[in-house]
């Protein structure tokens, strides 16, 4: 099954009119391929160009992050974690506190 970003263009990937990495689905296996736009768009692994057709019946998982990329979803998923930590160790702490507190009058 071929899936890409735009479906009347297969083998063309997510934003053709920049240079980039992508990952491509080539069973049983997935592989990162150069996307080089001169020449009208072809496929680079190595010393090889093809064809954007070359990878029509693949599929298209896309694309790949650079360094800077990558570097700022760890920085924000971190950030996401430490947030989540704080907000669970606070609750913590709160039902800690009640549980030390005697019961209400009511309640017995």
Known sequence: MSIWPDPARPGVPLNP???GWHWIAT??????ARWVVHNAGQWSMG???FPAGVF???GYLGPCPTP????????????RGMN???RIAHSDAIRA???KLPEPPHAK
């Open 17 to 19: 009119e920049r240079d």
């Open 27 to 32: 069973s049983p296996y997935c592989t990162c």
């Open 84 to 86: 989540d930590a704080a």
């Open 97 to 99: 506190a009640a549980a």
């Open 47 to 49: 010393a090889l160009c």
């Open 68 to 79: 800077e990329e990558l570097a700022a979803m760890l920085r924000e998923e971190w950030a």
């Open 56 to 58: 029509a019946s693949t």
